[in-house]
């Protein structure tokens, strides 16, 4: 089962402007973790923001969390026709089950138009 | 480029017969997880290996299984495939157990006709 879910499904910009993403999940975590998906290709990581964290930023991302809402939002600054790709939130719960498996939700689709 | 490499990237099997997907993890890291990701889905975990052994399994048959080796590196192996095993598999490596990032290698497209 997915415990993340990534809202929107779909996100259509134009170059230049901010795009903003969210990510829902259900049970406590050690960090939750954004990716990049091109094409249908492997996994790029981008952000690492752990459980006593509530803000990280990289480059042109920023990312949020709040373990009280059980949420997670990425922020890409500026877009450029290069960021479109698919973005995944996943949730990193730790040694539960013994082993630290990330969940993944379905991701959101991001075109940025040039 | 994150030091993780898969082989082989594309693959077409036929129902019924076994494949083996390989991965070689990053330099310094000592585990390594598979997943499974079906198109316009998120990746499924399947298991992970620490110190070649299987730790932690999601919900996959044991026909899906594996191998670490001493320098990290690993083996998917999937008996008696089934169409819906046609997916992009993904091979991760991180650290344990510093729950640091992981890091994805460009995955193996199965396609099983």
């Known amino acids: 089962s997915q415990q993340g879910e990534e809202d929107p499904q779909a996100l259509s910009i134009q170059e230049g402007e901010n795009a903003t993403m969210n990510c829902s999940y259900k049970?406590?975590?050690?960090?939750l973790q954004w990716y990049r998906q091109n094409s249908g290709r492997g996994l790029v990581h981008l952000i690492l923001?752990?459980?006593?964290?509530r803000e990280k930023h990289s480059g042109r991302l920023r990312v949020t969390l709040d373990t009280s809402k059980k949420s997670s939002s990425l922020l890409i600054t500026a877009s450029r026709a290069a960021d479109t790709a698919s973005y995944f939130c996943a949730t990193d719960a730790g040694f539960q089950g013994g082993s630290e498996k990330l969940v993944f939700g379905k991701g959101t689709k991001l075109t940025v138009n040039p | 480029e994150t030091g993780v490499t898969q082989s082989p990237t594309h693959l077409i099997k036929t129902r019924g017969q076994q494949v083996t997907l390989r991965c070689s993890s990053q330099s310094g890291h000592n585990t390594v997880s598979w997943y499974q990701q079906a198109l316009g889905q998120g990746p499924q975990f399947i298991f992970q290996?620490?110190?070649?052994?299987?730790?932690g399994r999601g919900n996959f048959p044991p026909r899906f299984s594996g191998l670490q080796f001493p320098n990290y590196s690993s083996e998917l192996n999937v008996n008696a495939l089934e169409l819906d095993d046609s997916a992009l598999y993904l091979c991760?490596?991180?650290?344990?157990?510093?729950?640091?990032?992981?890091?994805f290698g460009q995955g193996t497209r199965l396609t099983v006709v």
């Open positions: 923001i752990r459980s006593n964290e």
């Open positions: 049970t406590s975590i050690n960090n």
């Open positions: 290996y620490y110190r070649e052994e299987e730790n």
């Open positions: 991760a490596s991180s650290l344990r157990p510093q729950g640091t990032e992981a890091f």
